[in-house]
Each structure stands twice: as structure tokens, then as C-alpha cells.
């Protein structure tokens, strides 16, 4: 399904992107938009995407990525949506390991345990599926994925509202990049998120749509559909596998993922 056809922006798309960016970058809670809202997911994408050309010009910068929301049991419970939810990556929030970040920066941060890939040749099959798209995987690391409650009520604005919202997306942390040919398989790795050296959960890639590289595969059917095919390059987090944490001002987070390593953040007062 071309950009041009089901994704298009329109007026109504417009508008409501105009707020969402402007409550976003002023970071003010945004409330419910009941008579704007987007009337389901298609539409939320095309908001998603008018949202992402008005931050272009702002610090977050260009969209160099995609997170995969709600891709395991876990998450899929916590927030009540049992399907898989894109939202993008921007330059001006990705951060390498060890990054220090100010807590009030965000209107409530939390954090979540991620596998993350980057893609080493474009993804354009619109039938992709978990073997096919584990030749286009040029690194994996483990990653800490930043998202921010900015919602008056995130429970009550709807699934179409956050997806056109980038889904929580407020940035990610990235850990050292390996190798996937010398990597066991992705199922099988454990990862587990610390708070100021206290483990607050764990899970395993098999909960992530049962491989990691199924959701991989699902984010390129999505993104070929929505005329924004995946390119060599280009950072994807493929979904938590543990439920999301929100961290108190001062606390620093470690996420470790067998076989990739640890990664950490440190967010400060203020």
C-alpha cells in the first residue's frame, strides 16, 4: 500500500501532526484529542508520518530508525494491545552506551530492554519473513529503549492517538555492535533490566513474536506497505523483553542481553 494512496497526508492528518509535534518538542502532556483523533491505525500512520517530517527540522532530526512496539506477551498485556506497533528513530535521541541524560527532559521516562539490529542492505520484500530478512541484519546489539509517558491519560486516548504519537518513542541507548553470523540464535538470549543495580525483570527473545527476526520481518512488510521501505543503515529495536520500567530521577539503568553485552544510562536531577 503506496504512501501516496492509504498514508497520504491530508488537512485533518496535518492539523493533528501539528500538535502532536508541538506538544512533543514543548514537552507538555498531550491530552485526549477525541475529535481528532485518528479514526484507526491507517490513518494514526499517516498523522505518524506528518509528525516525523515537522521534527526533521527540529533536535530530534531525521528519522534514522524504527522501534516495534508491543511485539511480546509482556508488553502486548501491559498495554492492551495485542499487535505489533511501529514508531521511528530520530537522530537527535539515539545515544551510545554509558549516556547521561537529564530526567527532566521528559514528562515521565522509562525504559525497556531491547535487541536491536542495524540493517546492512535495504529490506523492500513486502512478503518478508523471519529467514529472509536475517541477511540483511549487518550488526545486533543490546539497547535500552527510551520512552516517555507524555499522555494525560495514556490508558484512555486510544491505540490509534499512540501510534500516531511514535508509540511512548523517546530515543534509545545503543550497546556494542556484533557480529549476527557469530551470535547464538536470538531466541535463546536472556535479557534482563537493572535499576541502580537491582534487577526489575527478564525475558528471553523467543517472547519477542517468537524470534526476534519475526518482528524484523513484520516491520519490513510494514514499512514496504507504507511506501517507507527498511534501508541499509537503519537502526530497528525489535520490542521489549521486559514490561517498561519508569525510572525515578538519579537512577541509572543497565540492560544486559546474553552473547551482546550490557548497556547503560544514567538520567540526572533537573
Known sequence: MPETAAFTETAASARLAETIAAARL????????????????????AVQGAVHRRLVASPFGARTGWKIGC??????????????????????????????LRHGDFVRVGVECEIA??????LTDEEATTESVRGAVGA???????????????QSIGTPMLVAD?????????????APGA??????????????????????GA????????ALAWLAVHAADRGQPLRAGETVLLGSLVKTQWVPAGATVRVEIEALGAVE??????
Do not use: K
Open 265 to 270: 544510562v544514567h538520567f540526572t536531577a533537573g
Open 207 to 214: 517472547d519477542v513474536l517468537g524470534h526476534p527476526y519475526a
Open 26 to 45: 514543548a514537552r507538555h502532556p498531550l491530552p485526549p484529542q477525541a475529535r481528532n483523533a485518528p479514526r484507526d491505525v491507517a490513518e494514526a500512520y
Open 140 to 154: 545486533v546489539m543490546a539497547a535500552i529503549e527510551i520512552v516517555d509517558d507524555r499522555y494525560v491519560d495514556w
Open 183 to 204: 551470535l547464538p540464535d536470538l531466541a535463546g538470549l536472556r535479557g534482563r533490566t537493572l535499576i541502580d543495580g537491582v534487577e526489575a525483570g527478564s525475558g528471553v
Open 117 to 122: 539490529v542495524r540493517l546492512a542492505r535495504d
Open 166 to 178: 511514535d508509540f511512548f518513542a523517546a530515543g534509545s541507548v545503543l550497546g556494542g555492535e556484533q
Open 71 to 100: 511485539t511480546t506477551p509482556v508488553m502486548q498485556a501491559y498495554l492492551g494491545i495485542e499487535h505489533p506497533c511501529a514508531a521511528g528513530l530520530f537522530a537527535g535521541s539515539t545515544h551510545a552506551g554509558g549516556a547521561v
